[in-house]
């Protein structure tokens, strides 16, 4: 038995480590390790775990295997805002908006700095629909926890949905501010900045993604991974500015290259580009050669 435990306990803890939820596989391999009792061998882990599994069972329907989760962890654990929360996601499952968010409002008025709480709240609305409500909560989340990194995402992902692309833009910017190597974020910068007809702006932080993470131009390797969509959005925008000629505009003031550098650089995005996709199947290559090729 402890032999086929081991396994269940070693993929659990890699799923806690890398943030992974893939909640079938972690309902079925807690509720093995839940009913042999080796949940005590984990030691401090146990309570990590049970949250882990609550979790997991509320996405599968297992309301009852997440009531018993969250029984124990109360038990352990009374008045901890952590549970406080997982038993209102676990409300979310069975009752009421009205009566989750009431619940939501009881622990706010208890503790307004619960920041959990009040992102669980945002979700709530946000998810019902109440897309204003969300946005004005989710404001005053930010005034009072600007370091929120994850807010200011969600915010700009809110903005995005409705088409408020200068908004979603504003918000970003504060999510740079706070973590300025991230790339993933400034490729979301500059994608948003494309849609929103901003193409300078998009050019320069689509270079940006491209100078913090590439070394692949000096070395001679091809881009990967976000590299190359980074390249593809660098394609997009000389091209297009290419085209406009000297009508090219830019909301945020950016300053647009002189054509001769335009035609440069949309020559090397286009060389990365296809250094990316050389040696793929042809199939792919021969579209991504006819999508690059002059119009």
């Avoid at 402890?2 to 803890?13: G, V, Y």
């Avoid at 009040?118 to 989340?141: D, M, P, Q």
Wanted: proline share 4%; glycine share 6%; aromatic share 8%.
């Amino acid at each position: 038995m402890a032999t086929s435990l081991a396994p269940a306990l070693e993929r659990l803890a890699t799923y806690r480590t890398n943030n992974t939820r893939a909640s079938q596989e972690t309902f079925k391999n807690g509720c093995l390790i839940l009913k042999s009792g080796s949940k005590t061998k984990l030691g401090d882990d146990a309570w990590a775990f049970l949250e882990q599994l609550a979790l997991a069972s509320i996405d599968v329907g297992r309301l009852d295997i997440a009531d018993e989760c969250i029984k124990q962890l109360a038990d352990k654990f009374p008045k901890s805002p952590r549970v406080d929360v997982l038993a209102g996601i676990r409300m979310e499952a069975s009752v009421s908006t009205d009566i989750v968010l009431k619940y939501y409002d009881q622990l706010l008025e208890a503790d307004p700095t619960n920041a959990a709480v009040w992102k669980r709240r945002i979700s709530v609305l946000r998810r019902t629909g109440k897309i204003e409500t969300a946005v004005e909560e989710l404001s005053r989340f930010l005034d009072t926890f600007y370091t929120d990194t994850e807010g200011w995402l969600e915010l700009a992902d809110i903005y995005t949905s409705c088409n408020q692309y200068t908004h979603a833009l504003q918000a970003l910017s504060h999510a740079l501010i706070l973590a300025p190597q991230n790339l993933f974020t400034a490729l979301q910068f500059a994608e948003t900045a494309y849609t929103a007809g901003d193409v300078p702006l998009a050019l320069k932080m689509f270079f940006v993604v491209i100078d913090m993470g590439e070394r692949d131009v000096a070395t001679g390797e091809p881009p990967r991974g976000i590299h190359i969509r980074a390249w593809l959005g660098v394609k997009l925008c000389s091209r297009q500015l290419v085209s406009a000629s000297n009508n090219a505009q830019s909301s945020s003031g950016t300053a647009v290259p002189p054509p001769k550098k335009l035609k440069l650089i949309e020559e090397l995005a286009t060389e990365r580009v296809l250094a990316a996709y050389k040696g793929q199947e042809p199939g792919a290559a021969g579209y991504v050669s006819a999508w690059l090729a002059p119009r």
